[in-house]
């Protein structure tokens, strides 16, 4: 893909704050409201080329079927290193909080997991090269501007990289609803790894023989799973939230 289209208004925004270049940005003619204006100011201020255009043209530029009157060109995402990721959590002077996400293949899960580990400030996700989704417009749209801020780094096997994870000292935790404690009783703070399973087959065996510890997300309905991007979401803010008391 030469270029790779970011959707939507609050997505375009936040895309218009970081320094990343912009091929073009096409906008539905004479939609001049609401975040549109400013969308429109926040180009010009930085030398972006605006295209007007009709609705019959984005609709057809687009993948995720809601641009919302507005889509940017740029190039495709680039995929960050494992080193990237401690260096940003060095540079905060804070301890690695990293989200591996295990053969995720639905991009709305997916994005919504990026959205929420950059609300969460982890320091980067990474998500394995075969038998999961890449970073796609999808994603991008779902993570609304998240990409713009956390890393993501694709490897070619989840197991090795939590040995090398393991080896700079970050514990990993998996979600099982087997396990013997309750997410909330465990200490998810310090250099931590949380693993993300995939829809319906959850985390494989060989990964949960590599995590540290597991963990488990009371049940009380007929239905005994959750959203990947939820159930990862609990975790994450947990985890958030333990950190935070710490630091008082």
Known sequence: MDEFRVEGRNAVIELLKT???INKIYVLKGERQGTINEIIKLAKKSNNLIVEVD???LDSMSESKH???VIALVSPVEYKSIDDIFDLAKNKSED???IIAEEIEDPHNLG?????AECAGCHGIIIPKRRAVGITEVVSKTAVGALEYVPVARVNNINETIRDLKDRGVWIVGTDGNADKLYYEQDLTGPIAIVVGSEGKGISTLT???CDFMVKIPMMGKITSLNASVSGGIIIFESLRQR???HK
């Open 67 to 69: 641009h919302q009157g």
């Open 19 to 21: 320094n990343r270049p």
């Open 112 to 116: 919504a997991l990026i959205r929420t």
């Open 208 to 210: 949960k023989k590599n």
């Open 244 to 246: 935070l008391n710490k």
């Open 96 to 98: 690695p909080f990293i």
């Open 55 to 57: 609705k019959s043209k």
